[in-house]
């Protein structure tokens, strides 16, 4: 079209988090402020092998900062290299290669460069796209889980925190008057940031991480040794990926057809069974679930996104694909997205988190 500098693409992937409509609407309004068309993708990449997608204008972008969840849809389960498109016979999932469909998509209406909105799974798929079929992505790291490398925070995630820590303020009152031992089980996959910081800020007893394997002894030695300082009930953090020492993480369900097919879920459950045995103390547990994910992003992630969201949109009329924007030292960066793709970014065993919950005399289950 005249006057029109380039052509661009955004999609979400994964998971929803809170901040992806902050970041869709940064990338958006710098697009269009540079003087670039921009399509957004529905439902990820399953829009992208569809080719799903329309042009963006500033009225789609209009009062979508505060809102949760993506006004481009999204999913977690399409990945253009291993598509699940049904079943044979014996009911198992055929996979199809779509990444000519995705490359033609995308030539078709002249996408220079492709922003993806994702965790590890969607940016593994961003780096195999570039390497394999040569498409331009920009990377922008989405996740509740924090579980990225190569940035201190991935937007999502401060609002996570907040709403586990808000279920940890809330489960005091019945644990207090129940004299009760109240598990609250997060999300995190097999990372223990959200376990880890709202653990520290709603004052929990008893943090567990997936990163320290824990000892059920140690746990109902530290519930023992408040009662006899006359504390009568005690909290728990439980991370979804938490698992005892020389055991296994628990897992909720598989989905077969989504690039990762484990989903974590109900180690809480058995860890109040558990510690309710042990102690003859009611124990009980809340799995926060999805509540984590949904709502408006706090205060701290809308700026973050929108940092995130602007950086990407230059990154892309600037040139300079392949990377992934970041967080380091509190200032916005680029770094390649082979760094990212299939790597884990867990709890540092030194980290000053740790150190200052064993000085206040949490118990981390070791
Ligand atoms: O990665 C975000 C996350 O919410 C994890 O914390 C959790 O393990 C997983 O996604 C749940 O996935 P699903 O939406 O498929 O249940």
């Known amino acids: 079209?005249?006057?029109?500098?380039g052509t661009l693409a955004v999609l979400t992937g994964g998971g929803d988090c809170p901040g992806l409509n902050a970041v869709i609407r940064a990338v958006v309004k710098t697009a269009l402020h540079n003087g670039y068309q921009i399509y957004g993708i529905s439902n990820g990449f399953h829009g992208l092998i569809q080719g799903d997608m329309r042009l963006l204008s500033l009225h789609d972008v209009s009062g979508i900062l505060p809102r949760g969840g993506t006004?481009?849809?999204?999913?977690?389960?399409?990945?253009?290299?291993?598509?699940a498109s049904g079943e044979d016979e014996k009911g198992n999932v055929i996979y199809k290669d779509m990444r000519g469909a995705v490359v033609q998509n995308l030539k078709d209406r002249g996408v220079e460069c492709l922003v993806i909105i994702g965790?590890?799974?969607?940016?593994?798929?961003?780096?195999?796209?570039?390497r394999f079929c040569g498409v331009n992505v920009v990377g922008v790291p989405k996740t509740i889980d924090n579980d990225l490398p190569c940035t201190e925070r991935t937007f999502g995630f401060d609002t996570a925190v907040a709403a586990a820590t808000d279920a940890l303020d809330r489960l005091h009152t019945t644990a207090e008057s129940h004299h009760r031992v109240m598990?609250?089980?997060?999300?995190?996959r097999y990372a223990g940031w959200i376990a880890l910081h709202s653990g520290l800020a709603g004052g929990a007893d008893v943090i567990l991480i997936p990163e320290i394997p824990y000892n059920i002894d140690s746990v109902i030695a530290k519930i023992r040794e408040r009662q006899q300082q006359g504390k009568k009930f005690s909290i728990i953090t439980v991370a979804e990926g938490a698992k005892p020492i020389g055991?296994?993480?628990?897992?909720a369900r598989i989905v077969k057809e989504s690039f990762e097919q484990i989903r974590l879920g109900g180690i809480g459950n058995k860890l109040a069974d558990q510690i309710e045995q042990l102690t003859g103390i009611e124990s009980r547990c809340t799995v926060l679930g999805y509540l984590q994910r949904g709502g408006s992003p706090t205060a701290y992630d809308r700026v973050l996104s929108t940092r995130y969201g602007v950086e990407a949109a230059e990154a892309c009329i600037q040139k300079d694909y392949n990377i992934m924007v970041a967080l380091s030292a509190n200032r916005i960066i680029r770094v390649p997205i082979e760094k990212v793709a299939d790597h884990a970014h867990q709890v540092p065993l030194d980290s000053d988190l740790i150190k200052a919950g064993r000085e206040l005399g949490i118990c981390f289950g070791d």
């Open 183 to 188: 598990v609250l089980e997060v999300m995190g």
């Open 71 to 83: 006004v481009l849809g999204t999913t977690n389960r399409d990945n253009p290299f291993r598509y």
């Open 247 to 251: 055991g296994k993480v628990t897992v």
């Open 1 to 5: 079209m005249e006057g029109i500098k």
């Open 119 to 130: 965790g590890d799974g969607s940016l593994k798929i961003g780096y195999d796209l570039n």
